[in-house]
């Protein structure tokens, strides 16, 4: 099926979205429409343009490509499937994620992966191939967030206050300075090891053309929560 999207209000748009059995949907000329996708199951969306706030939200086992920006809340609370966007993507992404991965060619806003979470094998990924602003992996309970940093090599990569509230999961940022007004409850590790990250840098150059040779093997920074921090003994198991 394919939408034209040029003047459509968003709440047309999505109906027409839902109500389609077809399991490829092309929609071209999006304008900052909004909740394009949200609650969306077994589908493949393919958008041409500006994608509008809470893209994706809910989403479940559907693959979704931006040919363009994406604005704030892209994969609120989803469960599961993909979110790819060839451009910048706004604030707030991933925000409550439970699952599936957000990547993002350019740049992201501020707290990109508040409250993200984790349960079992169901691992949520952010992975950001330029800057993001502050509050990065604000409250974040679980799943890794993956900042490549590039065009981005002279400076922290990441703004200020990154990881506070952080409890669970990993920040992964390529840099080796350190990013600015961390909080006390975390931990740093430079030079950290890149096993984990690998197939998600090969994912990012294999979707984007970027150079993973060049990526693998540059350092990255890894934020985790401290063990003794008082937001874990807060949300977890005293015995953790």
Known sequence: MEINAENMLFDQLNAAVKASNDKKIIIKNVL?????????????????GVAGNA?????????????????DATGDTMNSGS????????????????????MVEGDAGFRVGIHMKEYGKHIPKIIVGGKTGDF??????????????????????????????????????????????????????TNADKSEILPLIKEYCSCFGADFNSLSKDEYMLLTPSTSNIYKRLYCNRSM
């Open 32 to 48: 900052g429409q909004r909740y394009i996708g949200s609650g969306a199951e077994n589908k493949e969306i393919v958008i041409y």
């Open 55 to 71: 893209l994706g939200a809910y989403l479940s086992n559907t693959d979704i490509k931006v040919y363009g920006n994406a604005q």
């Open 83 to 102: 979110i790819t966007v060839y451009g910048h993507a706004g604030d707030t992404i991933g925000y409550a994620m439970r699952g599936g991965t957000v």
């Open 136 to 189: 990065l992996g604000e409250y974040q309970a679980g799943g890794i967030i993956l900042v490549l940093g590039i065009g981005y090599e002279n400076e922290c990569p990441v703004g200020a206050f990154c990881a506070t509230g952080q409890y669970g999961g990993k920040i992964y940022i390529r840099t080796r300075h350190m990013p600015r007004d961390l909080p006390p409850q975390v931990d740093v590790k």
